[in-house]
């Protein structure tokens, strides 16, 4: 017996091509050289907007990995397995280069065009973005290493997964085990400790609290040699094939990333490989660090762009009190402002992942160093308020495991925390300020090429450059720290705006970020373009 019609219910957003309906990010792969990935994207796109794909991240997300520390026998195995879903997601990613195309590949653009795939898969599904960047991030230290360089560049450069552990696998993931009980970000205060058993190796026993895809068949692993902290690399196997031995005590049951399993793990005297020089590790790790943190912004804008597309399509199918949603003025606005913060922080993101290029200039170099810290900060902080707004757009839906975005809200703090969280972001860019004085230089001369082209833009300028100068003369600058990187980030972003954003969206960036504070989304001020803006969601 039917008790009534089902109606005025957006229906399925599936089989959409991502890559064509994300204007921001065709215009910014084209913008940044990677025209040539054009239809290599579309056909990303169209993957992870599939209804096969979108049912295969639901999957890997409710049916969360497990631990297995022994086999039936009793023999200790220590393995996390995975829902067939999740292979089937990370297989795809892998056979698209969303780990290592840009080394494999390094003609100008690749940055780009990495990123962008890298940002269409975590889209949609984004636990196992963290493995495919570990991996992407480890290959220019593994690579200044030619003993390591012979043995592991093919496997990183490969486009083929094979889940499980076993010797002779073509490819391989690499994961990072940096922190500990008792430090966490003060990694050298870690107590792990390796100690030399000849010929570059040494045998590590201690612990880490945090290890993320702990079936990757790798690791770089920072623990105290005779000569202070190191960095060493800890395979899962052998050269035997038999089992190195790491002890996965537990998995974390965590907010969000769930799909991918982080473990807490022991090391009992397993063997490691010495990666640079004895007390050198955080020098040898920093670009792996660098560039997991442009990573970290990738996938918090990745989940914007999932949640401003999910909230434009319900609003743009669903009426109430006599109007479509999307053409009642209120939700326009909300629409448009989401949409900004997707703009602005996709503009900034495509040029730093082009500043990462082989080809890329000394002052791109530079420049990298501080905006990547600067917009990591901004980016991953922006992310958890832009995800609950989105969620209110489809009302009690929103909240439900039936949609997307439910999965999305818990999933966008974890990115903040990642490869650094807000303090020690912030510090880290005084620490650039402090010692590397190009890094500015680089910057300043980035944001000073639209100088001219709008006066609030101008203004906002100079009153960066004031802050700047003040705190370095502040003997004490770490309580302004955030003011001053909120400052950055805002004017990085308009400058890439304004260079080459449509008016709408430039003027209104500016007029509601800097014109009027960053506050709550959707009270944009008058004069905003919202219908134009929200048209781009």
Not at 347 to 352: F, G, P, W
Request: charged residues 25%.
């Amino acid at each position: 017996m039917s008790t009534h019609s089902v109606f005025n219910q957006a229906p399925p957003r599936v089989d959409i091509d991502e890559y064509g309906a994300n204007i921001a990010l065709t215009e910014a792969v084209r913008l940044h050289g990677a025209e040539w990935a054009d239809e290599a994207l579309r056909g990303i796109g169209r993957r992870v907007g599939s209804a096969g794909f979108q049912d295969d991240a639901r999957r890997a997300n409710r049916n969360e990995p497990v631990l297995r520390t022994h086999d039936r026998w009793g023999e200790r195995i220590d393995e996390v397995e995975y829902d067939p879903a999740y292979h089937r997601v990370i297989g795809a990613a892998v056979a698209d280069g969303a780990h290592t195309a840009a080394f494999a590949d390094p003609r100008p653009g690749a940055g780009a065009a990495r990123a962008a795939t890298f940002m269409l898969y975590a889209q949609v599904e984004p636990g196992h973005a963290c493995p495919v960047s570990m991996t992407h991030s480890a290959v220019p230290v593994i690579a200044a290493h030619p003993r390591l360089a012979e043995e592991w560049m093919p496997r990183l450069l490969s486009r083929s997964y094979e889940p499980g552990l076993r010797l002779g696998k073509p490819g391989a993931l690499f994961g990072m085990a940096m922190t500990e009980k008792q430090g966490g970000s003060d990694v050298r205060a870690n107590t792990t400790s390796a100690v030399p058993q000849g010929d570059g190796r040494y045998a590590l026993t201690g612990h880490k609290w945090f290890c993320s895809a702990p079936m990757s068949d790798a690791f770089l692993v920072l623990a105290q040699a005779p000569g202070g902290l190191s960095c060493f690399l800890l395979p899962r196997l052998l050269d035997d094939g038999t089992r190195n031995r790491l002890r996965f005590q537990r998995l974390k049951d965590k907010l969000g990333n769930r799909s991918n399993a982080s473990s807490e793990v022991e090391y009992e005297q397993a063997e490691a490989t010495l990666v640079g020089e004895e007390g050198r590790g955080v020098r040898t790790i920093i670009d792996m660090v660098t560039r997991t943190r442009l990573d970290s912004m990738l996938g918090s804008l990745a989940g914007m762009r999932q949640g401003v597309a999910e909230a434009a399509w319900h609003v743009r199918h669903r009426s109430a009190f006599g109007r479509t949603l999307i053409d009642q003025p209120a939700m326009t606005a909300v629409i448009a402002d989401l949409q900004l913060e997707v703009e602005a922080g996709t503009a900034v993101a495509m040029r730093l992942a082009r500043a990462y290029d082989d080809d890329a200039s000394a002052q791109d170099r530079a420049f990298r160093r501080l905006a990547t810290a600067v917009m990591k900060y901004w980016v991953c902080k922006r992310a958890p308020g832009h995800a609950a707004e989105a969620l209110e757009c489809l009302g009690g839906n929103g909240i439900t495991t039936d949609w997307p975005l439910e999965m999305r809200y818990r999933e966008q703090p974890v990115m903040a925390i990642w490869e650094g969280s807000g303090n020690v972001i912030a510090l880290d860019v005084l620490r650039a300020l402090a010692r590397e004085p190009e890094s500015l230089e680089a910057f300043d001369a980035e944001v000073s090429a639209v100088r001219g082209v709008d006066s609030r833009f101008d203004a906002h300028l100079d009153r960066t450059r004031r802050l700047v100068a003040e705190m370095a003369a502040d003997p004490m600058p770490d309580a302004s720290a955030r003011r001053l990187v909120e400052a950055l980030a805002l004017t990085l972003s308009a400058a890439q705006l304004l260079r080459a954003a449509p008016a709408a969206v430039a003027d209104g960036f500016i007029a509601a970020r800097i014109d009027e504070g960053s506050g709550l989304f959707g009270a944009l001020p008058r004069g905003v373009d919202s219908a134009a803006i929200a048209a781009r969601a």
